[in-house]
């Protein structure tokens, strides 16, 4: 790994230890959750980061 990235030999080790540990049969459901969990942190990010400009805003506007 160079640089903080992830290469395609990594990520097959990566995917083949997470299929010894989990299994076939657990695998999807990991995906989804990891899935599921992503897509709310970056709600959750968009949404404070709308919250700071709008905030920001009030503050210029007060002045």
Do not use: H, Q, Y
């Amino acid at each position: 790994m160079f640089g903080g990235r992830i290469g395609m030999g990594e990520l097959l080790v990566i995917l083949a230890v997470a299929l010894i540990i989990f299994g076939p049969t657990k695998l999807p459901e990991l995906g989804r959750s990891i899935g599921r969990a992503l897509r709310e942190f970056r709600e959750a990010s968009k949404d404070l980061s709308k919250s700071i400009m709008e905030d920001d805003e009030s503050r210029t506007d007060a002045k």
